[in-house]
């Protein structure tokens, strides 16, 4: 009886164990690895979910993994060799990347959407056609070639003023940007003026006439004016007179234009060639600087040394009411410092050889005679402390005129009143000074006062 219960006992303890221990283990171990298995799963579309299928990085950008997620998973890297990959080409990848087991794809496009840059050139110029816009940008900077157009169309540049003019800048991506250029249009409808044209009078048989000598072009933009001189009518073998044509013209074709009147006269004289001509011009500066030796002093101002001159030739050449013609200013100028007496003529060619030594600019201003039995007059135009001043060295002889008197810095006005006949074609000659500064000036010793406005330097 004993036996039977024992055996009955251990059936039941072997049951009781497969429902208390073996059966829990098993229905643990499903658990488990069924929220394993979701736990993977979760994690895959976690990684999936936070990889971007397709990224656009601009060109030059650094490739790293975070351009490529919204969260980078743990244990991720490139399995595609981006070190191979230059971010300066503009082109399509596609990138491997292992994210701790689990390998996505994305796809890496480099693009360009930076436009690009310039520095504008700006730009002064006459009215007129617009330059090519390639030409207005400097420095130039973008991945990709560029082009460069007018935004908004080609200008106008018909009128003048200040503008700035937008220049657009595209790249082969489509970019653009639109740099602003400063245009200055000069509107230039004045023509040149031309100064010191004069009648002349040469010998027949002169081979040359500087026709350029005492000439001065201005225009109130061009710096260089073209002079054109047509001399084709003049004969100088034949006795007459001829006309000579002066043409001025700027850089935007405004004109302007003087005729004057070669006198071909009938007084013997042999031919020259242009090295003697030369030669009379050395000898006459070589005279003038002999004279200026003895007279200037180094620290003299241009207007002291103008003084003195004027002062030394209306001292030492003396008045001949006429005197031969001469077929050039040095040739005059020889003859008067040799025989110390001349006409108006030699008494301005000796100024004009002594101030040009010195620098100083002056030009040959002649009487604008109103019948054509009048007399020639000449003197100078020099300029001085800045402005254009008449200066006349003639000796005049009247009772009105003191002994000693001269002409020296004058304005318009007073050269009008000073003695004989000083009208002159006013448009014709530089702008001259209008304030006086005779209180400062002393023509009968030749000096210059104490307190002479001086223009700052």
């Given at each position: 009886m004993?036996?039977?219960?024992?055996?009955?006992?251990?059936?039941?303890?072997?049951l009781k164990f497969l429902?208390?221990?073996?059966?829990p283990?098993i229905?643990?171990?499903c658990?488990?690895?069924?929220?394993?298995?979701?736990f993977y799963?979760?994690t895959i579309?976690?990684?999936?979910?936070?990889?971007?299928s397709?990224?656009?990085?601009?060109?030059g950008?650094?490739i790293?993994?975070?351009c490529?997620?919204?969260?980078?998973?743990?244990n991720?890297?490139?399995?595609?060799?981006?070190?191979l990959?230059?971010p300066?080409?503009l082109?399509s990848?596609?990138?491997?990347i292992?994210?701790?087991g689990?390998?996505?794809?994305?796809?890496l496009?480099?693009?360009?959407r930076?436009?690009?840059?310039?520095?504008?050139?700006?730009?002064?110029?006459?009215?007129g056609?617009?330059?090519?816009?390639e030409?207005?940008i400097?420095d130039?900077?973008?991945m990709?070639?560029?082009?460069?157009?007018?935004?908004?169309?080609?200008?106008d540049?018909s009128?003048?003023?200040?503008?700035?003019?937008?220049v657009?800048l595209?790249?082969?991506?489509?970019?653009?940007?639109?740099v602003?250029?400063p245009?200055?249009?000069?509107?230039?409808v004045?023509?040149?003026?031309?100064?010191?044209?004069?009648d002349?009078?040469?010998?027949?048989?002169?081979?040359?006439i500087?026709?350029?000598?005492?000439?001065?072009?201005?225009?109130?933009?061009?710096?260089?004016?073209?002079?054109?001189i047509?001399?084709?009518?003049?004969?100088?073998?034949?006795?007459?007179?001829?006309p000579?044509?002066?043409?001025?013209?700027?850089?935007?074709?405004n004109?302007?234009?003087?005729?004057?009147k070669?006198?071909?006269?009938?007084?013997a004289?042999?031919?020259?060639?242009?090295?003697?001509?030369?030669?009379?011009?050395?000898?006459?500066?070589?005279?003038?600087?002999?004279i200026n030796a003895?007279?200037?002093?180094?620290?003299?101002?241009?207007v002291?040394?103008?003084?003195?001159?004027?002062y030394?030739?209306?001292k030492n050449?003396?008045?001949?009411?006429?005197?031969?013609?001469?077929?050039?200013?040095?040739?005059?100028a020889i003859?008067?410092?040799?025989?110390?007496?001349?006409?108006?003529?030699?008494?301005?060619?000796?100024?004009k050889?002594m101030?040009?030594?010195?620098?100083?600019?002056?030009?040959c201003?002649?009487?604008?005679?109103?019948?054509?039995?009048d007399?020639?007059?000449?003197?100078?135009?020099?300029?001085?402390?800045?402005?254009?001043?008449h200066?006349?060295?003639?000796k005049?002889?009247?009772?009105?005129t003191?002994k000693?008197?001269f002409?020296f810095?004058?304005?318009?006005a007073e050269?009008?009143?000073a003695?004989?006949?000083h009208?002159?074609?006013k448009?014709e000659?530089?702008?001259?000074?209008?304030?006086s500064?005779?209180?400062y000036?002393?023509v009968?010793?030749?000096?210059?006062?104490?307190g002479?406005?001086?223009?700052?330097?």
């Amino acid at each position: 009886m004993m036996a039977k219960r024992s055996a009955k006992k251990n059936k039941f303890s072997f049951l009781k164990f497969l429902g208390i221990v073996v059966l829990p283990l098993i229905a643990g171990a499903c658990l488990g690895v069924a929220a394993a298995y979701f736990f993977y799963t979760d994690t895959i579309r976690d990684i999936d979910n936070s990889c971007l299928s397709e990224v656009d990085i601009e060109y030059g950008h650094p490739i790293t993994l975070d351009c490529f997620f919204t969260r980078i998973p743990p244990n991720t890297r490139f399995i595609t060799n981006i070190d191979l990959i230059d971010p300066g080409m503009l082109a399509s990848y596609d990138i491997a990347i292992d994210c701790g087991g689990h390998v996505v794809h994305s796809i890496l496009n480099v693009v360009d959407r930076t436009a690009p840059t310039g520095k504008p050139v700006p730009v002064a110029m006459y009215t007129g056609e617009a330059p090519e816009p390639e030409t207005l940008i400097t420095d130039i900077f973008d991945m990709t070639s560029v082009t460069c157009s007018y935004d908004g169309g080609k200008p106008d540049l018909s009128k003048g003023g200040k503008y700035e003019i937008g220049v657009k800048l595209t790249d082969t991506s489509g970019n653009s940007s639109v740099v602003g250029v400063p245009f200055d249009i000069i509107e230039d409808v004045q023509a040149p003026v031309i100064y010191g044209t004069h009648d002349m009078d040469v010998m027949v048989g002169t081979e040359t006439i500087a026709y350029r000598e005492g000439i001065l072009v201005t225009d109130d933009h061009a710096e260089n004016p073209r002079l054109n001189i047509d001399n084709s009518k003049v004969n100088l073998n034949i006795v007459g007179d001829y006309p000579v044509v002066y043409t001025a013209t700027d850089d935007v074709g405004n004109t302007s234009e003087v005729t004057i009147k070669v006198h071909v006269i009938p007084i013997a004289n042999a031919e020259q060639s242009s090295a003697v001509t030369q030669a009379y011009v050395d000898e006459a500066y070589r005279m003038a600087r002999e004279i200026n030796a003895s007279i200037l002093d180094e620290d003299d101002t241009d207007v002291e040394k103008a003084m003195k001159i004027f002062y030394w030739v209306h001292k030492n050449i003396s008045f001949i009411l006429r005197t031969p013609s001469y077929e050039n200013w040095a040739v005059a100028a020889i003859n008067t410092f040799t025989k110390r007496y001349s006409s108006c003529y030699g008494t301005w060619s000796v100024c004009k050889a002594m101030l040009d030594v010195e620098g100083i600019e002056n030009i040959c201003v002649v009487r604008e005679r109103k019948n054509s039995w009048d007399n020639f007059h000449y003197w100078a135009l020099v300029k001085l402390n800045g402005e254009w001043w008449h200066c006349d060295a003639q000796k005049y002889f009247n009772d009105y005129t003191p002994k000693g008197y001269f002409c020296f810095m004058m304005t318009d006005a007073e050269i009008k009143n000073a003695p004989t006949d000083h009208s002159f074609a006013k448009d014709e000659y530089p702008e001259r000074a209008s304030t006086s500064v005779q209180k400062y000036i002393n023509v009968y010793q030749g000096k210059i006062l104490s307190g002479f406005p001086y223009a700052d330097e």
